[in-house]
C-alpha cells in the first residue's frame, strides 16, 4: 500500500450511466443491446466488493443528463460513470451538461487519461475527452465510450483512486 491508501469501511453506491442514443433507442424499443463498457465497469467494481450498482442508459440530451445526476444525488449516490458522449461530435454533450455542475473538478484525470491513452493509440487521444470531479458529495466520471478507453480509465485511474478520493473529501469512511 501507498501512504495514503485508504480501504473504506462503507461500501459506496455506485450509478453507471451509458450516453449512447442508438443503445436508448434500442431500450424503449424493447430491443437486446450490448454495453460492453458497462459491463466493464460493474464487474471490475464488483470485484472490489461495491455491491449497490445500478445501471442506466440514456440518449446524448443535456436535460437526460442532469436529470440522472439529480435522481442519482437524491438516492445518495457516491459514484457516477458516464460512458459515451465525450467525443468532438455536435452530439457528444456529456462533459458540456455536466462541468458547469461540478463544484470541485479534479483535473489531473484528465491528464492523467490523456497520458495513458496517448501510450495506446498515440496522437488519436487528442479526441479523446474525459472528465473527473465532485458534485457536492458526489464523484463523478465522465469517459469515452470506447472499451479500450473505459478499460484504461478503470484499470489505471479510478480503481487505484476512487476510495481515497470519497475518504479526503469527507463523502466515506
Known amino acids: 500500500m501507498r ?8 461500501k459506496p ?27 466493464y465497469v460493474e464487474e471490475a467494481f464488483r470485484k472490489r466488493g ?12 443535456v436535460k437526460m443528463i442532469r436529470e440522472v445526476v439529480d435522481r442519482a444525488r437524491a438516492e445518495g449516490v457516491h459514484i457516477m460513470i458516464f460512458i459515451g458522449g465525450t467525443g468532438v461530435s455536435p452530439d457528444d454533450v456529456t462533459i458540456e451538461s455536466l462541468k458547469p455542475l461540478f463544484t470541485r473538478e479534479l483535473p489531473a484525470f484528465q491528464v492523467l487519461f490523456t497520458l495513458y491513452s496517448s501510450e495506446e493509440v498515440g496522437s488519436r487521444a487528442i479526441s479523446s475527452r474525459a472528465l473527473a470531479g465532485f458534485i457536492d458529495k458526489t464523484l463523478v466520471f465522465a469517459l469515452p465510450g ?25 463523502i466515506l469512511e
Open 13 to 39: 453506491k455506485l450509478y453507471i450511466v451509458t450516453v449512447s442514443t442508438s443503445r436508448y433507442s434500442r431500450v424503449l424499443s424493447g430491443l437486446e443491446y450490448m454495453d460492453q463498457s458497462g459491463d
Open 146 to 170: 470506447s472499451f479500450n478507453a473505459v478499460k484504461t480509465a478503470i484499470d489505471k485511474i479510478i480503481l487505484d483512486e476512487y476510495e481515497h478520493l470519497l475518504y479526503i473529501a469527507g
Open 50 to 61: 461495491v455491491e449497490d450498482i445500478t445501471r442506466v442508459v440514456i440518449k446524448d440530451d
Open 3 to 10: 501512504p495514503h491508501d485508504v480501504r473504506l469501511r462503507s
